[in-house]
C-alpha cells in the first residue's frame, strides 16, 4: 500500500452517517482520493451512489442543523444531533462548474468531530492550493462589471476556502504590471487578475517582466533562454474578450474560474516574445495578427466609444475593405513536436503532446542550445497576404467554438502560423465563416498552415525602407521586385494585433518559449458531460 508524505498509509474512514432523513454509508478513500456516500439499502431507482474526488472537495465546516431538520417523525426523540457540511465542485454541462455541498449529521459528537479532523487534515495536504493570493480588479473592462463581480462571486468562494487576498483596484493603464514589479512577490502563491485579456497581458508581462529582471536576463535580447514563472496566473473573466479564459477552461464564467484557482489546478502555457531590431516590444499567448486582424484592432480603438459593438462595426468595415499586404515569412519548423495543425487531436486536460513535446525540446537544449536550434532550415515565404495570424493556442470563443486553429496546443513549445492569400471577397467570406461551424478552414487553396517555433516578418515598404530585422534576415529575404504595379486594394502596411494590442512596428522577430508560465487552470476538460457524476439532482430529491 501506497505511503502518504510523513511514513503514514491512507485513511480509509467508513461511517454510517444521515443525510436528510436516512441514514447512508460514507466513505472517505484516500488511497482512491474520493469521498463516496451511498444508500445501503437496495436501491429502487439509479443514481443514489454518489462520489466526489477529494482533490475537489472546497470546504468543510461544522454546521448547526436547523429544528426542522431533525425535529421531525421518529428523529424527535434522539440527542441533538452534530453535523458538518462539505463543500464540493459539481460539474455542470458545457465546462461549467458550480460549487455544491452535502450536509452529513450524526448523534455522536467524537464521530461528527472525526469526520471533521480527517477531511481538514486531507485539504491541508493539498499542497497545490493558494493560500495567499495578490488579486487585481480592472473596473473598466467590458462593461465595468469586474469590482462587482469579484466581490459577489468569487470573494465568497476564495473566503469559504480560507484563501487571504491582497485586492489592488487598477486605476491606469499598466497600474498592475508597474506594481508587480514593486510587490514582494514571494509572499504570494499566486496572482489572479479580473478582466479581460488586455488586464491579463498586463499581469502576465508584470510577472515575466519581474522574472527576467531578478534573473539577470536582458529581455531585448531575443535568443535569451527566459526564465520560467513559477507563481501562477487565475483569470476571472470580466471583460469584453475572454479567449484566453475560454481557450484553457472551456467557458469564460467567473465562478468556475474561481474555483480552478481554489482547488489550485495548474495549465503550463506556451509565450512568444516580440522583438524589433533587437528591441523587446511585446509578449503573446493568444493571437499574433497582421493584415485582417490588425485592421479591425486598429479601426476599433478609435471607436472605443461603441464598447464591445465597435468589433462587429470595425470586422465588417475591415471585410469590405479587403486590403492585402506584401511582405516575406520566414519561419522554422517546429520540428520536435508530434502533433499538426491539420489534424484532429485537440489539446485537452492532461495532453500528451504537450507533455512529450516539452521533454523533446528540453533534450534538443541540453544537447545543442540555443544557439545550435537557430541554426536550423529556415522557410521563406513571399507573397500578397490578406491576413497572417499566429496562434499559440486555439483562439477559440462563444462565436467561434473551434478558434482560428482548433488542434493548437497550450503548451508544445510552438505556434500555429496561419497564411491567408490574396483572394476573392466570396472566397475570403467563406474562409471567416468556417471559424463558426465544424468545417476544415484550412481547406482552401489560398490558405496555408504550419507549426513553428519562431519566425520573422518584414512588409514591403519595410524592407525598402528601413533596415531588416537582423543582418541574419537581410541575408535570408533578399531584395523584392519593385516593379509591382500600385493597386488600389494595396496598403503599404498594416497593424500587428498582439493579444488585442498594437504594434509600432510591422518588421518582427517572433519565438516561442515553452512553458514559460503557468496559469491556474487544467485544460478543457475531455467529455465533461460523462464527468459529472456527483448525481448531485437525486440527492437533491432525497432531502
Known amino acids: 500500500m501506497e505511503q502518504l508524505p510523513g511514513g503514514r498509509r491512507p485513511r480509509r474512514l467508513v461511517s454510517s452517517l444521515g443525510l436528510g432523513q436516512r441514514s447512508w454509508e460514507v466513505t472517505l478513500d484516500e488511497e482512491r482520493g474520493r469521498l463516496a456516500w451511498r444508500d445501503p439499502r437496495p436501491p429502487r431507482r439509479g443514481g443514489e451512489n454518489c462520489f466526489v474526488p477529494t482533490s475537489e472537495i472546497i470546504a468543510v465546516e461544522e454546521t448547526e442543523l436547523n429544528k426542522k431538520q431533525h425535529n421531525t417523525g421518529k428523529w424527535q426523540k434522539m440527542a441533538k444531533p452534530h453535523a458538518f457540511t462539505v463543500y464540493y465542485v459539481k460539474k455542470a454541462r458545457n465546462h461549467r462548474w458550480r460549487c455544491s455541498d452535502v450536509t452529513f449529521w450524526c448523534v455522536d459528537e467524537h464521530l461528527c468531530n472525526q469526520w471533521i479532523q480527517a477531511l481538514k487534515e486531507l485539504l491541508e495536504m493539498q499542497k497545490s492550493r493558494p493560500k495567499q493570493l495578490l488579486v487585481y480588479i480592472n473596473p473598466y473592462g467590458g462593461k465595468r462589471q469586474g469590482k462587482r463581480i469579484y466581490e459577489q462571486k468569487v470573494a465568497p468562494l476564495f473566503s469559504l476556502a480560507s484563501i487571504s487576498t491582497d485586492v ?62 513559477n507563481i501562477r496566473i487565475g483569470i476571472i473573466p470580466a471583460g469584453s474578450t475572454d479567449c484566453i479564459c475560454y481557450s484553457t477552461v472551456g467557458i469564460s464564467d467567473p465562478v468556475t474560474s474561481a474555483l480552478h484557482i481554489i482547488v489550485g489546478d495548474c495549465q503550463p502555457l506556451d509565450v512568444s516574445s516580440v522583438h524589433h531590431n533587437n528591441t523587446f516590444l511585446k509578449y503573446s499567448v493568444s493571437l499574433l495578427g497582421y493584415g485582417f486582424y490588425g485592421d479591425i484592432l486598429k479601426d476599433s480603438e478609435k471607436k472605443r466609444w461603441m464598447g464591445p459593438m465597435r468589433y462587429d462595426y470595425s470586422g465588417f468595415k475591415t471585410f469590405l475593405s479587403h486590403h492585402y499586404y506584401e511582405g516575406t515569412i520566414s519561419f522554422q519548423p517546429a520540428k520536435h513536436t508530434p502533433g499538426s495543425p491539420r489534424d484532429k487531436d485537440s489539446c485537452r486536460t492532461g495532453c500528451y503532446i504537450c507533455k512529450k513535446s516539452e521533454q523533446q525540446l528540453a533534450e534538443q537544449h541540453k544537447e545543442c542550445g540555443l544557439k545550435h536550434a537557430d541554426e536550423e532550415e529556415w522557410k521563406v515565404i513571399k507573397g500578397k497576404f490578406l491576413a497572417i495570424n499566429a496562434v499559440n493556442m486555439s483562439c477559440a470563443c462563444p462565436r467561434s467554438p473551434k478558434g482560428l486553429s482548433p488542434a493548437a496546443h497550450l503548451a508544445d513549445g510552438s505556434a500555429d502560423l496561419i497564411l491567408v492569400r490574396k483572394c476573392s471577397r466570396f472566397d475570403f467570406l467563406r474562409y471567416l465563416v468556417r471559424h463558426t461551424n465544424q468545417d476544415d478552414q484550412f481547406d482552401f487553396s489560398f490558405v496555408d498552415v504550419y507549426r513553428v517555433k519562431s519566425f520573422q516578418f518584414t512588409s514591403k515598404l519595410s524592407e525598402d525602407n528601413e533596415s531588416n530585422v537582423t543582418d541574419i534576415g537581410k541575408k535570408r529575404f533578399g531584395q523584392f521586385c519593385r516593379d509591382h504595379p500600385a493597386c488600389c486594394c494595396n496598403i503599404a502596411n498594416s497593424t500587428w494585433n498582439c493579444d488585442g494590442e498594437t504594434l509600432d512596428s510591422s518588421a518582427i522577430e517572433v519565438r516561442v518559449h515553452c512553458q514559460l508560465m503557468k496559469l491556474f487552470a487544467r485544460g478543457i476538460e475531455r467529455n465533461c458531460k460523462d464527468e459529472a457524476a456527483y448525481s448531485q439532482s437525486s440527492i437533491e430529491q432525497l432531502l
Open 168 to 229: 489592488v483596484i487598477t486605476e491606469h493603464a499598466n497600474h498592475a504590471k508597474d506594481n508587480l514589479f514593486e510587490v514582494n512577490i514571494n509572499k504570494y502563491d499566486g496572482v489572479v487578475c479580473v478582466g479581460g485579456d488586455g488586464m491579463f497581458s498586463e499581469v502576465m508581462h508584470g510577472l515575466i517582466g519581474r522574472m527576467q529582471k531578478d534573473s539577470g536576463i536582458d529581455q531585448n535580447n531575443p535568443k535569451a533562454p527566459l526564465v520560467q514563472c
